[in-house]
């Protein structure tokens, strides 16, 4: 361990750091954390001067594997959160050397910070930023960041997208490739379909890997992720190219946003960040800044946690976040989501993809050429349909958290319930784009989706009623997942308008209603079938429901048996619903 004078800064609740937690042992006080935050130790050359170079700055290397025409880009992505360091009084702080050829030292070696450049056949990520510190103090020591090959082809594994992948939100574990990956391929398919050449393409790759060095080098400054940056602008407000460049997209680099593609093609500003934005400039002043003494220390970071309230510095970490179903509670702390509006951005977009759909087999298909590029585009497309209906049914049962302290007399409480209003528009737009026969998206398309064979591998039929069932289950996931149905009861305690038992005949409505006495589409019988299974199992005799939950999805089930009509509808209709009543009949006493 390095003998220095380095002195830790405790942790803050309000600014996502990574910490070294350590405990006073000999306090009296009921909460004895000593969390210090992980930081390295920039000190000024000139302490006198308001802007002063450090003695020793952070140094990155980039590996000579590195393709040359990408080596400029990931040195200003890196520099740029030089930017961030001025507002805590260091010029200069971080510098970016290329490893000679002739260099004598490995890029493994732990003595040099290194940007790795990989090309794997199967890489776990498209990058990620490990560092290592002083378990005595949180001072970082070294970090390296891996970067792959792979992130700026884009080659996104289906399959993937299709199973759930591992949401594995350890501290370290870092999913901004892979996640921003998909973003940017929504992007190309949007150049693509609207024919805006591969100038705008090439910016879009550009704009994508600055982000992922800006995201991945933050994590090595010691931040955490903050998935409440996405709120910074209003959806009339990224739509606005003066405002994005000004602006940026969100307050925050280290958030996994949705890519940024505006309505009107003229008015398209950035993609994604090319710099560190309000809330990464606030954390790094807190995090960075020096003072001449303990007591102008403390005096000084009250004044910058004191600015926590801004809107414009909104934050939550991994703990916080609602990536699936029964996680979080706050739909503002949500991932690939952008704009203060959520399902308004979401509307936006399931509209866009609509639009980008109604080209695609024209703009996909090459002369004589498989239909491999079809297939994955239409995979990524549908992929991103469901997961803007995932953002909205995040609001369903939400309770927004505010972390501000006692002191700062914030205008909102910690825990506020979704307002009534935004909860039901939610059930609707789910109701009418996840539930109704509007999900069968394009299928024009459906007997070209045939990815290319390779050896013994071929395509199947495309499997389109698994597959949306598949998605529609994951909405099912949040809106029937346990922990939701008993918030939804416990939130109504203090402010919660949405009573469960009106949601739950909301809920019953978007899946039965539409076709309750007409034919009914095997993508719908698929459903409500589906629906019908998840309500016996919570009034189970093994069920982990809470007795409210139980009793409101016994009365849809009685409501069902006692409403349906088997006599309605085409012969698929008719054997269809002597099934659900067959399934409502076989409960025991019911
Ligand atoms: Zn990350």
């Known amino acids: 361990m390095p003998k220095n004078n380095y002195k830790p800064r405790y942790d803050d609740t309000r600014i996502g ?25 920039l000190i000024k050359k000139d302490p006198s001067k308001n802007l002063s170079e450090p003695v020793k700055p952070i140094v990155w290397w980039i590996e000579n594997t590195t393709p040359y025409e990408l080596r400029d880009i990931i040195k200003e992505g890196v520099e740029s959160w030089n930017m961030a360091f001025e507002k805590a009084g260091f010029k200069n702080a971080i510098i970016v050397k290329i490893q000679p050829d002739t260099a004598t ?21 498209g990058g990620y930023g490990p560092s290592f510190v002083n378990p ?104 606005n190219k003066d405002i994005v460049n000004k602006r940026g997209v969100c307050n925050s680099v280290m958030e996994y ?43 000084g970071l009250k004044k910058i946690l004191s600015r926590s309230t801004e809107k414009n510095l909104a934050f939550a970490n991994d703990a916080l976040d609602m990536r699936s179903p029964g996680k979080g509670t706050d739909p503002n702390a949500m991932i690939y989501d952008l704009s203060s509006n959520p399902m308004e951005h979401s509307l936006q977009r399931i509209n866009m993809i609509n639009n980008i759909l109604r080209e695609l087999k024209e703009k996909y298909t090459k002369n004589n050429d498989t239909y491999q590029e079809l297939y994955r585009a239409y995979r990524t497309l549908v992929y ?44 609707d737009i789910i109701s009418k784009y996840g539930f109704s026969n509007k999900v069968i998206l394009q299928d024009d398309i459906f007997p070209f989706l045939q990815s290319q064979r390779r050896g013994f591998s071929v395509s199947e039929d495309p499997t389109i009623h698994q597959r949306i069932l598949t998605y529609q289950n994951r909405l099912l996931n ?11 009861t416990n939130s109504q305690l203090y402010g919660n ?81 002597d099934y659900i009543l067959f399934l409502i009949n076989s409960i025991n006493n019911i």
């Open 17 to 41: 750091y990574f910490t070294t937690q350590t405990n006073h042992m000999t306090t009296l006080d009921r909460v004895n954390y000593r969390d210090f935050i992980n930081r390295w130790n």
């Open 257 to 299: 946003p949705a890519i940024n593609i505006t309505k009107d093609i003229k008015n398209q500003g950035l993609f994604f960040d090319i710099k560190p934005g309000i809330y990464d400039n606030w954390a790094i002043e807190f995090g960075y800044s020096q003072f001449n003494n303990e007591e102008q220390e403390k005096i």
């Open 384 to 427: 991103s349909y469901f997961n803007a209906l995932e953002i909205v049914s995040r609001q369903i049962g939400g309770v927004h958290i505010d972390l501000s302290h006692t002191n700062q007399n914030s205008k909102v409480k910690p825990f506020e319930s979704v307002s009534l209003e935004n909860q039901q528009k939610a059930m």
């Open 497 to 577: 308008e949405y009573l469960l038992p009106n949601y739950m005949i909301d809920l019953r409505n978007s899946i039965f209603k539409e076709d309750f006495n007409s034919n009914i589409s095997t993508v719908r019988q698929n459903l409500q079938i589906t629906y019908i299974k998840r309500l016996i199992k919570i009034i189970d005799d093994k069920s982990k429901y809470d007795n409210i939950s139980q009793s409101t999805a016994h009365y849809n089930l009685l409501w069902i048996k006692n409403n349906i009509n088997t006599n309605t509808g085409n012969l698929s209709s008719r054997q269809h619903k």
């Open 478 to 488: 949040h809106l029937l997942h346990p922990k939701v149905l008993l918030r939804i």
């Open 105 to 125: 030292w490995e890029a493994g070696d732990i003595r040099y910070n290194v940007l790795r450049w990989t090309s794997s056949p199967n890489p776990p990520w």
């Open 136 to 239: 005595k103090t949180g001072e970082i020591l070294g970090a390296d960041i891996m970067l792959e090959w792979s992130y700026i082809t884009r080659r996104v594994y289906e399959d993937d997208l299709f199973n759930d992948f591992n949401e594995n939100t350890l501290n370290q574990y870092c999913n901004a490739g892979k996640y921003q990956q998909i973003e940017t391929s929504l992007g190309i398919d949007y150049i693509k379909a609207y024919d805006l050449g591969s100038e705008m393409e090439k910016e879009l790759i550009k704009q994508s890997l600055y982000r992922l060095v800006l995201h991945e080098v933050g994590h090595t400054l010691g931040l955490n992720h903050n998935f409440k940056g996405s709120t910074l602008l209003s959806t009339e407000e990224l739509n």
